[in-house]
T-cell receptor
Framework: DAGITQSPRHKVTETGTPVTLRCHQT?????MYWYRQDPGHGLRLIHY???????DKGEVSDGYSVSRSKTEDFLLTLESATSSQTSVYFC?????????????FGPGTRLTVT | AQKVTQAQTEISVVEKEDVTLDCVYE???????LFWYKQPPSGELVFLIR??????QNEISGRYSWNFQKSTSSFNFTITASQVVDSAVYFC????????????FGPGTRLSVLP
């Protein structure tokens, strides 16, 4: 199994509060991704990183920001959480050119915004 | 834009039956990659297979087989002699682009295998 951890695994927070989710990998993979999973939508890409300090937006990036200061860590921040951001968040990593290699996923973080 | 359709929302079969999960994709790129992932009730996502657009050979891995047909833009997944442990949500995904930023998932098919 790829060495990917996510923290926290579960979080309940109130509307309007900031939230940061952490993805940590021990594989030294270059590419990292944040997805959200909602019923009926599969997984949707929020942001991705193609190197340290190199990030870009995905399909559903509004309301989210990311940072990657080290190869092993990719942080996802909800600046002011809203109920529509209640979801399961998955981090993924990819070894090389990700259009050739599969993405490996972390265990997920279940976030509830009340 | 890329799109993946999994028309079967839920499928229920009895153990030992064969079952096929359908996946239809849309892309204008000539180079792309297709994937299947399994999400068991425990929630993790498990990679099953990758196929590139230049390789239309079918693949078999144990009870699992995949049928890739570019002519119909389909990448179907068959489980032979299904088992209860196969119960999961199965996602088909399509990847284009240099950084995988266009890694698009289908909505998933929930398979229930009854004893």
């Amino acid at each position: 199994d790829a060495g990917i951890t996510q923290s926290p695994r579960h979080k309940v927070t109130e509307t309007g509060t900031p939230v940061t989710l952490r993805c940590h990998q021990t594989e030294n993979h270059r590419y990292m991704y944040w997805y959200r999973q909602d019923p009926g939508h599969g997984l949707r890409l929020i942001h991705y990183s193609y190197g340290v300090k190199d990030t870009d937006k995905g399909e559903v990036s509004d309301g989210y920001s990311v940072s990657r200061s080290k190869t092993e860590d990719f942080l996802l921040t909800l600046e002011s959480a809203t109920s529509s951001q209640t979801s399961v968040y998955f981090c993924a990593i990819s070894e090389s050119l990700p259009d050739r290699y599969e993405q490996y996923f972390g265990p997920g973080t279940r976030l509830t915004v009340t | 834009a890329q799109k993946v359709t999994q028309a079967q929302t839920e499928i229920s079969v009895v153990e030992k039956e064969d079952v096929t999960l359908d996946c239809v994709y849309e892309t204008r790129d000539t180079t792309y990659y297709l994937f299947w992932y399994k999400q068991p009730p425990s929630g993790e996502l498990v990679f099953l297979i990758r196929r590139n657009s230049f390789d239309e050979q079918n693949e078999i891995s144990g009870r699992y087989s995949w049928n890739f047909q570019k002519s119909t833009s389909s990448f179907n997944f068959t489980i032979t002699a299904s088992q209860v442990v196969d119960s999961a949500v199965y996602f088909c995904a399509l990847s284009v682009g240099i950084y995988g930023q266009n890694f698009v998932f289908g909505p998933g098919t929930r398979l229930s295998v009854l004893p």
